[in-house]
């Protein structure tokens, strides 16, 4: 099969297989075995690992387009995105994460970019017809269907399920009403040590 160019920007062509390579490269350094069974969290690891070697110098992300603002003697692109190639890197990285079966994560794929972790998570406030707010909510469209699909597939449901209540609201089945059967108390409902058999609670301090 012949490598796929994923992005062209000036004279630069990135390919798949430089993605592959990188990929391969971190998890020889965090011994990481087989990558569809590690965890989420190294997974961003491996991200922030392939954002750094591909991207090193993120500058190739940038606009390469500028215009006059007052008071500048030169034009400048004021540091902004190519958004059409974040856009193509998006897809790229929802295809990894699909390939690898990983949550789709802002965090993630900021890591992936190179840049600061809350980058993409930021775009959620741009407005909607933006390119930017786009990606961001593609990648949080698709992080639904990835745990959708998560809750048949990980044996790890509840967990599945909860980050599923906990961002979405999707009520799903299982953890709403498991978390209505557990009382919750304040610091001072707390029993005293030594005052006999503790049972399992769920702790949250006065105000929270």
Same mark, same amino acid.
């Given at each position: 099969?012949?490598?796929?160019?994923?992005?062209?920007?000036?004279?630069?062509?990135?390919?798949?297989?430089?993605?592959?390579?990188?990929?391969?490269?971190?998890?020889?350094?965090?011994?990481?075995?087989?990558?569809?069974?590690?965890?989420?969290?190294?997974?961003?690891?491996?991200?922030?690992?392939?954002?750094?070697?591909? @991207?090193?110098?993120? %500058?190739? #992300?940038? =606009?390469?387009?500028?215009?006059?603002?007052?008071? /500048?003697?030169?034009?400048?692109? !004021?540091?902004?995105?190519?958004?059409?190639?974040?856009?193509?890197?998006?897809?790229?990285?929802?295809?990894?994460?699909?390939?690898?079966?990983?949550?789709?994560?802002?965090?993630?794929?900021?890591?992936?970019?190179?840049?600061?972790?809350?980058?993409?998570?930021?775009?959620?406030?741009?407005?909607?017809?933006?390119?930017? @707010?786009?990606?961001? %909510?593609? #990648?949080? =469209?698709?992080?639904?269907?990835?745990?959708?699909? /998560?809750?048949?597939?990980?044996? !790890?449901?509840?967990?599945?399920?909860?980050?599923?209540?906990?961002?979405?609201?999707?009520?799903?089945?299982?953890?709403?009403?498991?978390?209505?059967?557990?009382?919750?108390?304040?610091?001072?409902?707390?029993?005293?040590?030594?005052?006999?058999?503790?049972?399992?609670?769920?702790?949250?301090?006065?105000?929270?």
């Amino acid at each position: 099969m012949d490598d796929e160019l994923i992005i062209k920007v000036d004279e630069l062509e990135i390919y798949d297989n430089d993605f592959e390579i990188a990929i391969a490269e971190a998890c020889q350094k965090f011994g990481i075995d087989d990558l569809t069974t590690t965890s989420q969290r190294r997974w961003k690891r491996v991200m922030e690992f392939v954002g750094k070697r591909i @991207f090193r110098d993120n %500058k190739i #992300l940038r =606009d390469k387009n500028t215009v006059w603002l007052e008071g /500048n003697n030169i034009p400048t692109n !004021n540091n902004r995105f190519d958004y059409n190639i974040i856009n193509i890197l998006c897809d790229y990285y929802m295809s990894l994460s699909d390939q690898y079966d990983k949550l789709i994560s802002a965090e993630a794929f900021s890591l992936f970019l190179n840049i600061p972790r809350d980058t993409i998570g930021s775009w959620k406030d741009e407005e909607p017809s933006s390119t930017r @707010f786009h990606i961001y %909510k593609k #990648l949080k =469209d698709f992080r639904l269907e990835c745990i959708k699909d /998560n809750s048949y597939d990980n044996g !790890n449901v509840t967990g599945t399920m909860y980050v599923g209540n906990v961002e979405y609201g999707t009520n799903l089945p299982g953890v709403k009403e498991d978390s209505a059967r557990r009382k919750v108390l304040t610091a001072a409902e707390l029993p005293k040590f030594g005052g006999g058999e503790v049972k399992e609670i769920d702790v949250v301090v006065d105000g929270e």
